[in-house]
């Protein structure tokens, strides 16, 4: 297994796939990390300008094409309209640091999960937990799923950012309404973010 860090040079603008022409009546969604499908297209793209195989023979397939390096890059990437030979885990967000030694390294960072959320006024974060018993009595079978609940008297609000892979195991591993020892990172630590008009 290998691990590629990709950093830009240049604005990234990976989108959801509605139409983006002049005149459109709405706004493109930015997605950010991009979907796997889309790094993936772009590794497959380089590794062939990389190769040298003429782009026009490599698009005549398997069959009809005729240039070596069309076949030998082909054993890695798929020829068109296959799926790759290799196969991607990620993307991952991750932050390069160097530490007082100058030995360089990465940090990996994911999105807070869905279950952690904000204590509002503070700078706390606590895990919902199912409840144990219903709220409640209705007519349906209550074996089912119970909502998720935090034991506190703190309005609860949506926690966006970003974790380190140590807090992310953290908030995995944590009992419910205990606050969480972790940092939030907000966008502005890993990425900037613009919008893009045309």
Request: glycine fraction near 8%.
């Amino acid at each position: 297994m290998s691990w590629l860090f990709i950093e830009p040079t240049d604005v990234w603008l990976f989108r959801d796939g509605k139409p983006f022409d002049a005149g459109s009546d709405h706004r493109a969604r930015s997605l950010f990390p991009a979907n796997p499908s889309t790094i993936q297209g772009a590794l497959r793209s380089k590794l062939l300008l990389a190769s040298g195989a003429p782009l026009p023979d490599f698009a005549l397939g398997q069959s009809a094409a005729g240039d070596q390096r069309s076949h030998a890059v082909s054993q890695t990437i798929g020829w068109p309209g296959e799926t790759p030979r290799f196969t991607l885990r990620g993307p991952f967000v991750a932050r390069r640091q160097w530490d007082d030694k100058g030995n360089e390294h990465y940090e990996r960072f994911f999105p807070v999960p869905a279950n952690v959320v904000k204590l509002k006024g503070s700078d706390d974060y606590v895990v919902l937990a199912p409840l144990e018993k219903p709220p409640f009595l209705a007519n349906w079978p209550q074996d089912g799923l119970l909502p998720l609940w935090a034991r506190t008297n703190h309005v609860l609000t949506e926690a966006k950012g970003w974790m380190s892979e140590p807090g992310l195991h953290v908030s995995l591993t944590s009992k419910s309404n205990t606050p969480l020892a972790v940092k939030v990172h907000h966008d502005d630590y890993l990425c900037a973010r613009e919008s893009r008009f045309g």
